[in-house]
């Protein structure tokens, strides 16, 4: 086993998975293999555009969790790196958007949030024993109105 290739073809599925949830408002793309998907738009830390990505995720409580795995990858994913720089995004979760602050689950959160979503999604499990990286469990907290 090990990371899952990118090619050309997974790019291209990936890219019009999003612009096909918009157009849908999550109707079409807004589960994978049973398992809920939300986009989630972070700000470029090389470009400041825009940058928006198809995730599964965990709902908790108020938050939605997502895991930073990049199918196994040895590096983070883009959209990690961005919210490291600038932690504040929007989600869109079917029709509604929210923006949020992202922040790194730590210590027994990240342990209890890790477990449920790997019991959602076997794969991130997976994903872990490919990679020698710790792969990041994030939170993403809506903001209030105006913050």
């Not at 949830?21 to 793309?29: K, L, P």
């Not at 830390?45 to 199918?71: C, E, M, N, Y």
């Amino acid at each position: 086993m090990g990371a899952v290739r990118r090619t050309r073809l997974n790019e291209f599925i990936w890219r019009n998975h999003v612009r096909l949830y918009r157009a849908t408002r999550g109707r079409i793309g807004g589960s994978i293999g049973g398992n809920p998907v939300l986009l989630l738009t972070t700000t470029g830390r090389k470009t400041g555009q825009p940058r928006t990505v198809a995730l599964a995720h965990l709902a908790d409580s108020a938050t939605w969790v997502v895991i930073a795995s990049f199918a196994g990858q040895p590096r983070h994913p883009g959209w990690w790196l961005n919210l490291l720089e600038n932690p504040i995004g929007r989600v869109q979760k079917g029709s509604t958007i929210v923006d949020v602050r992202a922040r790194e689950a730590e210590g027994e959160e990240r342990g209890r949030l890790w477990a449920a979503i790997c019991k959602q999604e076997q794969g991130f499990a997976d994903y872990q024993t490919w990679t020698e990286r710790r792969i990041p469990v994030v939170v993403l907290e809506p903001l209030a109105r105006g913050g």
